[in-house]
């Protein structure tokens, strides 16, 4: 069963616009939520993180936005551009148990 | 990067052989973990480990079994291989609970 559940699966949005992908998950024991991003041929890499008693991160262009009480947290990618097109995943860790888990990933293209 | 190597790169076999995957590390992070990707269903947790000889299952650990002998090197044995188990395989590792956790180039495993 997949205990964070992620989408949409694929994102086509032009350049400068708004990406937005999100995630839903059922365990309140989880206590960090990091996005990684992929590019082909490459393992995952941290793109921003938060925890539970923070509702917004932003860094740069990318925001995270936590929403405790719907276990819901998305991801927003201001002015896209075309090198932000890579593969994205919302995770979850469980501290005290030392599981970090991943939502399916969502395929995000940016066109010119 | 972090000095993450897994070894081999590419590795096709038959179907029934014994497997060895190994994820090295010059980090000397405590948590390592060993997922597999597979179009659709993202990162699924193989197995991960806490400490030295501390070890424990994920989603998907049936066919697999992991070694840790020494806090540099995590292995993962899929015993007798099958064609369910062709997957491309990432191995992670992270200092502290709730931080970044990263990951290797990935091995591409084909089962024939």
């Known amino acids: 069963q997949q205990q964070v559940k992620q989408s949409p699966q694929s994102l086509i949005v032009q350049k400068g616009g708004i990406s937005i992908i999100n995630c839903a998950y059922e365990?309140?024991?989880?206590?960090?939520f990091p996005w990684y991003q992929q590019f082909p041929g490459k393992g995952p890499a941290l793109l921003i993180a938060?925890?539970?008693?923070?509702s917004e991160k932003k860094e740069g262009r990318f925001t995270i936005s936590f929403n405790k009480s719907a276990k819901q947290f998305s991801l927003h990618i201001m002015d896209s551009q075309p090198g932000d097109s890579a593969t994205y995943f919302c995770?979850?860790?469980?501290?005290?148990?030392?599981?970090?888990?991943f939502g399916t990933g969502t395929r995000l293209l940016v066109s010119p | 990067d972090a000095g993450i190597t897994q070894s081999p790169r590419h590795k096709v076999t038959e179907t029934g052989t014994p497997v060895t995957l190994r994820c090295h590390q010059t980090?000397?992070?405590?948590?390592m973990y060993w997922y597999r990707q597979d179009p659709g269903h993202g990162l699924r947790l193989i197995h991960y480990?806490?400490?030295?000889?501390?070890?424990d299952k994920g989603e998907v650990s049936d066919g697999y079994s992991v070694s840790r002998s020494k806090t540099e090197d995590f292995l993962l044995t899929l015993e007798s291989a099958t064609s369910s188990q062709t997957s491309v395989y990432f191995c992670?590792?992270?200092?502290?609970?709730?931080?970044?956790?990263?990951f290797g180039q990935g091995t591409r495993l084909t089962v024939v």
């Open positions: 995770a979850a860790f469980r501290g005290g148990f030392q599981k970090l888990v």
């Open positions: 365990n309140t024991a989880f206590d960090y």
């Open positions: 938060i925890r539970p008693d923070v």
């Open positions: 980090e000397n992070h405590r948590y």
């Open positions: 480990s806490y400490g030295v000889k501390d070890t």
């Open positions: 992670a590792t992270q200092d502290r609970a709730n931080t970044e956790a990263f």
